[in-house]
């Protein structure tokens, strides 16, 4: 199968350099086939979980499938979000330019999450990391406002100083494998495993400490959470749905590698401790957050925030299946990030604001986008019958039966205040009249949002209902290999 | 009879790099001169290089030989001059962005240094490359790197820290993985590259749009 991760490494690059060049309209027919295209032969990985390339330096295990399916998903989706949300005005010369950055840059910046996981070595999945951070910078500034300049600034310098915490942590992570393995080895994942429980422990404490600060500031882990809001609300919402939906999950794999390398040399209660302490501050800050909000995109900023402190809190639980929660999250936050994300972006088309104090009646302007983000949200807030509300619950159980009965109390009070934030917004701008100022007329700005968002939410249903049977078997093979007891 | 003690040539030169690699981050925290700090970058890749070259030769890692020639093009050359036409295009020589006094500034960072140089010190890390005191060293490179970017609010002055902790790291992988294979670090030097392009690219819309170099406008977004 290793054609599989070859084509995945060469389709979406191509398509993004093809739509620099190509017209608009041929520009959008290429992202669409590339996204369902990466889709496919990310599904195709699923049955087997296990595929190797180029002399073993492109590799996947069940871990790394989970994460190209949930960015695999979203690729597509975002693609056709993108072509009914990017109508800007002016000069047809300008707007056709405007248009081709932004489609190349949104292929890019997928072929770049799509290349990390496929990376065996520890030392290229920074490399990668990095340049999504790179890409998704300038795609950040590219609407050229304030806003939008003030958010890349702070977005590529927070971003890159935590990553050079990262790359610090890769050194060190290399210098505990080189006491086994010698110098001149490859940093590839399953030899350090292999090897890991004689590395020196000293060590590889710094080098997970260090990953989990350096990655973590790209998961948007508190108190290193601090360019996120800012990225997400000033992005154009395409590539905000990405960062949200994609980015943040993809920085978290590469955390769960270290994590992987340290529980291994050191058993699980330091790495799990670690995550814990990232997981509750994150989850504290972005639940009493949630209740502050003005603008549209930083509360759904926020709630990410919050999902990644969740994600950190689970994997603090040493009960598979709580475990198996943390991975099945990460699927189901992409399509509910990403539909929320696109609801966000037909109310912004169709009021002109992101200030929800001036978006009233949302769910009579918009027919269809509007019930679609009111599910998104419920989605969000772990209503059954949604994906987030199985995972959640999977963590919750897993929390019980560690047992961690004070944090699991700890994440139960704090997630339903997030849910009483992110309700209560949406309640306001969705539901309650609108007056004669905030009067729009009724109707859906692109039938290509509103199929992009039916679609994310039936995925999320199906995972909350149903998750097809390989898919469980995938989560549960990745869980058992990120496992290890207290 | 073996000096338990004194260090060899060897390592005396090595060390004496790594604490001019340190001091070149103290001079760029308190250089008031956007030009002078993009120099002081320039003198410290060089010192880098330096190091890489002298460890090639010593200890005999030919790879290390391409990593200080890439090294000299891309970080004493090819990024100063990327920022020297910035500043040349944006005609500013002093951006007063200092949040605090320069004695404060260096007192902090010799604190940052301090805890850096203790805490590594202090590990139990064996190397054949370099003294395991450069690694320490180049730990508090980096930490002081860091009050670089904090405690200066310009973007030159802040991409400069970046781009000398990187610096800084550079320095302990020749401590603790000078073995690293020669595509990973091709890998990070690529990648270095294209995030200085994108630095710059940002360095310039930000100066377009509010005709500073200064950072303190970039307060309409919190909460």
């Known amino acids: 199968m290793g054609w599989d991760l070859v084509l995945l490494m060469v389709v979406p690059a191509v398509a993004g350099v093809a739509c620099w060049w190509a017209p608009v309209s041929v520009g959008r027919a290429i992202g669409l086939t590339s996204g369902v295209l990466t889709f496919v032969l990310a599904v195709l990985l699923v049955p087997s979980g296990h595929a190797e390339a ?8 069940p871990l790394s499938v989970v994460f190209l399916v949930a960015i695999g998903f979203l690729y597509p989706l975002t693609m056709a979000f993108a072509v009914g949300y990017l109508h800007p005005a002016g000069d047809p010369d300008a707007v056709a330019r405007y248009h081709r950055r932004v489609l190349a840059g949104l292929n890019l910046f997928c072929w770049a999450m799509v290349v990390a996981p496929l990376m065996n070595s520890l030392a290229l999945l920074w490399v990668a990391i990095e340049v999504t951070t790179v890409i998704s910078a300038l795609l950040v500034a590219v609407d050229d406002t304030p806003g939008a300049t003030e958010a890349a600034w702070k977005y590529v310098l927070i971003a890159s100083m935590g990553l050079g915490i990262a790359l610090f942590a890769t050194i060190v992570v290399y210098y505990a494998g080189s006491t086994v393995l010698g110098n001149g080895y490859e940093l590839f994942i399953p030899q350090l495993l292999a090897h890991a429980r004689h590395f020196p422990s000293q060590a590889v404490r710094l080098a997970f400490v260090l990953a989990v600060l350096g990655f973590g500031t790209k998961v948007g882990f508190v108190p290193v959470h601090t360019w996120l809001p800012d990225a997400h609300s000033e992005a154009p919402t395409p590539v905000s749905a990405l960062l949200s939906g994609a980015l943040l999950a993809m920085s978290f794999y590469a955390v769960l590698r270290y994590f992987q390398v340290a529980v291994r040399t050191l058993g699980g209660t330091f790495p799990r401790d670690v995550l814990l302490a990232f997981g509750i501050a994150s989850l504290v800050l972005a639940a009493l957050s949630l209740s502050a909000q003005r603008d549209l995109k930083r509360l759904l900023a926020y709630s990410s925030i919050e999902h990644m402190g969740i994600l950190a809190i689970g994997m603090s639980f040493a009960a598979p299946i709580a475990v198996a929660g943390v991975l099945l999250q990460v699927l189901a936050h992409a399509a509910a990030k990403g539909t929320a ?32 983000f009111v599910l998104a949200i419920l989605g969000l807030s772990a209503m059954p019958p949604f994906g987030i509300f199985r995972s959640e619950f999977q ?11 004070a944090v699991v109390a700890v994440l139960v009070v704090l997630v339903v205040l997030a849910f009483a934030g992110l309700s209560w917004f949406s309640t306001r701008t969705m539901f309650s009249p609108s007056s004669g100022q905030t009067a729009v007329a009724r109707g859906e700005p692109s039938a290509w949002i509103v199929g992009a968002m039916a679609v994310g939410i039936v995925a999320l249903a199906v995972l909350g209902v149903h998750p097809p049977g390989q898919l469980s078997q995938l989560l549960s093979r990745a869980a058992s290999e990120l496992g290890a007891p207290r | 009879m073996t000096h338990v003690g004194v260090p060899s040539t060897y390592a005396a030169v090595a060390e004496a790099l790594a604490v001019l690699v340190l001091l070149s981050e103290f001079a760029m925290l308190r250089a008031p001169l956007s030009r002078s700090q ?9 010192v880098v290089t330096g190091l890489a070259a002298f460890v090639a030769a010593d200890r005999h890692v030919p790879g290390l030989y391409a990593i200080a020639g890439i090294s000299l093009v891309l970080k004493v050359v090819v990024i100063p001059a990327i920022v020297l036409r910035l500043l040349r295009d944006a005609r500013v020589e002093l951006v007063p962005s200092h949040r605090l006094g320069v ?8 604190a940052a240094a301090v805890f850096g140089l203790f805490v590594v010190g202090s590990m139990k890390v064996h190397s054949t490359s370099l003294p395991t ?14 009050l670089l970017v904090i405690l200066r609010s310009d973007v030159v002055s802040q991409a400069v820290g970046f781009f000398s902790l990187e610096n800084g790291v550079s320095v302990a992988s020749l401590v603790v993985a000078a073995g690293l294979p020669l595509i990973v670090e091709v890998a990070f030097f690529f990648d270095l590259l294209v995030a200085v392009v994108v630095f710059g690219v940002l360095m310039r819309v930000h100066h377009a749009r509010t005709q500073t170099l200064s950072t303190t406008v970039l307060d309409r977004l919190r909460g």
Do not use: N
């Open chain 2, 38 to 46: 993009v120099h002081l970058y320039s003198f410290q890749s060089l």
């Open chain 1, 341 to 372: 994300f696109f609801g966000a972006g037909s109310i912004v088309r169709r009021f002109g604001t992101k200030d929800m104090a001036r978006i009233r009646g949302g769910i009579a302007a918009l027919p269809w986008s509007g019930p679609l």
């Open chain 1, 54 to 61: 180029l002399g073993s330096w492109l590799r996947v295990d």
């Open chain 2, 133 to 146: 005191p450069a690694l320490a060293l180049a730990t508090a490179a980096v930490l002081v790197s860091f």
């Open chain 2, 103 to 110: 004695a404060s500034m260096v007192l902090l960072a010799l």
């Open chain 1, 395 to 405: 963590i919750v159980e897993g929390g019980l039966s560690d047992p961690q009965d």
